[in-house]
């Protein structure tokens, strides 16, 4: 199945779309990586729903992606003695280490950490930013704030803060036992929430040991201002709109968003732009123009995937989100102007052998306006510097690995193909340009590309180039 358009989809799965049926409708309206949100899933219906994806995965016989989105740690407000509680503007409110519930005046915070990391001058944030006080002073067992925006608090209502970095793991306990169970079910990514420094990408990996790559949630400002670092830890970002918008000025947050979309493709990993694309969609059968404008924002910036949360995992529409999302996308990239977009931000290629390789296959394939580009790659490296060139000619990765396959399923441009490794180069040659045709990448008689590095099957040796014929034979298997 040939997709249309470059951009990927990220669907999440629900109670709106975790049968069998609704997983293999939601792949052929456009889904290419399917979203399992462990803070709604069991490590049963977790397997469950990795099942029903490889199962529509074999029946298409392409690779899809898997991302498994950990909890990470959840900041509360402990419990009031006689229900919800008022908090005016200017009045004074404390947080404190005594497990009392709390009345007008204080509530229990069940987390030392922060008494261990806030200081006078940081904002602190409650029930998803509605509730704003400045913290006026703190020790280790009481933190004193001055309620700016005041509101009705009520248990356990979330935690937030954007001025104070917290000295705890990314990854709870629960974290690190939906970890071993998503690994132990052969997932292919994993969401890490709440980042706010490299280190916290090195512990997921020291879990991970390669049989998943990890993708480090942006939606701290402290993840924010040490970007660089952990851009270069992870194995691709996701622009998690929602926290960021609570953590962070909702204004900021589309000129953020640009921000980290740049940041990733120049440093040639995926992007996943998410959060509220088409949120009308839970309830109505068709978008905002709002809504529909914010998707190609995304698309045009150069995002490798945009992602439906709710939408496809809890809503009433889930299959036509999917479908408003790809025509979209198809919509967008067949505009002038996009084309033009992505050429003006095209970055310039690092110093290493395999970026000027897929430099010099872009320039070439544009010259000569050749049919595709065809990746032979074991890990999927050579094809995201291929995709991180953005080339006008499709991207066709051919790789032995199934899992390396998947995980390119968030990669802007890629079409995987599972097949064994070539035998030599003519072997090589002859079956990049049978498979092209057969995935109608190619016609007969036309020139397509392929990049390869030699000996064959040597990760992360990419090294050669040549321009073939698709010849008339090309169709006879």
Known sequence: MRRLRRTKIVATLGPASGNPEMIGRLFEAGADTFRINMSHSSHDRMRELVAAIRA???HHNRPIGILVDLQGPKLRVSTFA????MLDNGATFTFDADATP????RVHLPHPEIFAGIKAGDRLLLDDGKIRLTVTESDRQRIATRVEVGGKLSDRKGVSL??????????????????DAALDAGIDWIGLSFVQRPDDIAEAKKITRGRAAVMAKIEKPAAVNRLDEIMEATDAIMVARGDLGVEMPLEKVPGIQ?????????AGKPVVVATQMLESMITS??????EVSDVATAIFDGA???MLSAESAAGQFPVEAVSTMNRIAEEVESEEGYRAIMEAQHAEPEATGADAIAAAARQIADTLDLSAIICWTFSGSTALRVGRERPRAPIVAISPNIAAGRKLSVAWGVHCIVAEDAKDQDDMIERACRLA????FAKAGRRVIIVAGLPLGTPGATNMLRIAFVGAEAGGD
């Open 56 to 58: 529509v995965e074999k």
């Open 82 to 85: 006689d229900g919800p509680v």
């Open 102 to 105: 709390g009345d007008a005046r």
């Open 162 to 179: 954007p001025d104070t970095l917290i000295p705890f793991s990314a990854l709870t306990p629960k974290d690190r036992s939906d970890l």
């Open 258 to 266: 640009k921000q980290l979309t740049r940041a990733a493709r120049r």
């Open 285 to 290: 059968p068709v978008p905002t123009r709002a």
């Open 304 to 306: 490798d995937a945009i």
């Open 437 to 440: 045709f057969r995935d109608a």
